[in-house]
């Protein structure tokens, strides 16, 4: 008899303590790196995708939208085109999920509605990111023992960090 597991076998074998009681992740798996600037979330998206791919998984990496929007436009975005970015991130998890066993968000819309709140009065948007978030398998939040790193367009400075920290564990 062999002592090797397959990998559905294993998924199978695989539960999460999830609001107090064990439950059995669906695949494939969704995983939202959450965290305020600076905290590290792209190097543990990488970090982790590159082990769950030594281990034998499909794994697909889904950048943070906001920075490739605004690497792109070169600025910061306006009210408008908040809700835009926002469903460009969850489009992009949706596309994943099509090609992957597990797929790992370099954050989620929640993350650009706290930002555009904190901007914008922007109510229409925290619905639409809370929902979407609650739609994910595994939710990571990075805490703030990092120390913050300009990266030249986007970060708005390491006094803001706890307030956005705050927010996502409200």
Known sequence: R????SRPEAARRVF????????????????ALLGAESTGKTQLAQSMAAR???RG????????????????????????????IAKA???????????ADIVIADTSALMV??????LFDDGELLRFARERQHG???????GLDLPWVPDGLQRVGPEVREDVDRQIRE
């Not at 999460?16 to 995983?31: D, H, V, W």
């Open 89 to 99: 991130q969850e489009a992009a998890v949706d596309e994943a999920v099509k090609h």
């Open 57 to 84: 998984h499909r794994v697909v990496g889904v950048p943070e939208a906001l920075r490739t929007w605004c690497e792109r436009a070169g600025r910061n975005p306006r009210p408008e085109e908040q809700v835009p």
């Open 52 to 54: 769950l791919r030594e």
């Open 136 to 142: 994910y398998g595994l939710t990571l939040l990075t």
């Open 16 to 31: 999460f303590l999830r609001f107090g009681r064990m439950t059995r992740p669906s695949l494939p798996l969704t995983i």
């Open 2 to 5: 062999s002592t090797s597991t």
């Open 113 to 118: 509605a706290i930002y555009s709140g904190m």
